[in-house]
């Protein structure tokens, strides 16, 4: 830190130099004239007492010019004692100028940087940072110190009051989920009900007594479930509890939407933009516009790049449909070129979209059909190998996929 200091101090005394430098440069230096003046003043008088010597001049003449020289020796030596005078005020004017200059840029500077700066501190290098993420995540509040937090804050003002008679099923519903604790039809209900009422540390209690009782059952879905309950009971806030609930979802589907949302959002709270970036940005990739998490995400994402170091620009939402099958039928009664312009255009459209936000299999089917029509087997075996990729683990989606592949001659 101490090098940080003097390397500082020596920087800004040599801007300071060199701009007071240029101001006692820039003054206007008048010697130099007024002694030539004077030169030449002097060549004339010895010229006089040349030509008065060879009588080339009158006495009297010569007199008379003497005279006049003379006047303008003084009139020239007086000027050039005042314009000394007025260089050595300004000298030190100047000088006076480089000083406060110094002093400005001096204070000025460490006043700024001791307000927008972080003295003390040094530089925290890639690998540092992410040593303090990865301690943030380990030593950050449980879930149940976050549920207690919100409680202590009080009853959320932008819940309204569900109707008596609704409150009332829910009280019988307690009490008979109380009586029978192994009942997976009423836990299930009882999740969604208290989860209906704001209700959301309850509601979790609910949904993890579902999942034991489920068991090996357990689906992705559910933990994503209970994630996301633990994390809207603790105000947006992702616990360990909550990150063990994801980790199990994604561990069971991968491509679970809100168990990658929720992984984006917990990194970014532990200090990691970098990887919340790219979670959210391939996470907006697979989905539709339709998918519940993809409005949460675009308005983030792109604050989360600039966290992250990254220039990105969000792609505009948009449902641009592919071509159908019926698209593709009217084609085949064109005439070639017609039928080659207006499927090649349908093509763009589709194979854009389907590269900045992604999209469901059946576009990704259409897109592979489209391409077995243009006869163009190459590119729609490049994009079935990349819907593979895309939907890996995901059988449904890839029989639609690889139906439509069969149906253009690319599988057997």
Known sequence: MTVFWVLTLALTCAVAAILGLALI???????????????????????????????VIAPEDAERLRTEVSRRILAADSRMQ???????????????????????????????????????????????????????????????????????????????????????????????????????????????????????????????????????????????????????????????????????????????????????MMMAQTGRPDAAFRLWQDLLRDSTPSDPWVPPVRAQIEDMAMRAGVEYRLPPLGDVPGPSAADIAAASEMSEADRQEMIRGMVAQLSDRLATEGGPPEDWARLIGAYGVLGDTEQARAILQNAEEVFVGNEDALGTIRATARNAGLLQ
């Not at 004077?38 to 040349?50: A, G, N």
């Not at 034991?212 to 994503?224: Q, T, V, W």
């Open 25 to 55: 440069r820039g003054r206007r230096d008048v010697t130099p004239a007024e002694a030539f003046d004077l030169d030449v003043y002097r060549d004339q008088l010895d010229e006089i007492e040349r030509d008065a010597a060879r009588g």
């Open 82 to 264: 005042r314009a000394g005078a007025q260089q050595a005020s300004t000298g030190r004017g100047s000088l006076a100028v480089a000083g406060v200059l110094a002093l400005a840029l001096l204070g000025g500077g460490f006043g700024l940087y001791w307000q927008l700066g972080a003295p003390g501190y040094g530089d925290l290098g890639l690998e540092r940072r992410k040593e303090l993420a990865r301690m943030a995540r380990e030593s950050r509040p449980s879930q149940a110190e976050a549920v207690a937090e919100i409680a202590a804050a009080g009853p959320d003002p932008m819940l309204s009051e569900p109707p008596a008679e609704y409150l009332g099923l829910v009280t019988r519903l307690r009490a008979a989920v109380a009586e029978r604790p192994d009942d997976l039809q009423g836990q299930t209900l009882l999740a969604s009900s208290e989860a209906a009422l704001g209700n959301y540390d309850a509601a979790a209690e609910a949904q993890a007594r579902v999942i034991a009782l489920k068991g090996e059952d357990a689906s992705a879905r559910d933990f994503a479930d209970l994630a996301d309950m633990r994390i809207l009971a603790a105000g947006g806030y992702v616990s360990p509890e909550a990150e063990e609930a994801l980790n199990a979802a994604m561990s069971r589907d991968p491509r679970n939407g809100v168990a990658r949302y929720y992984y984006g």
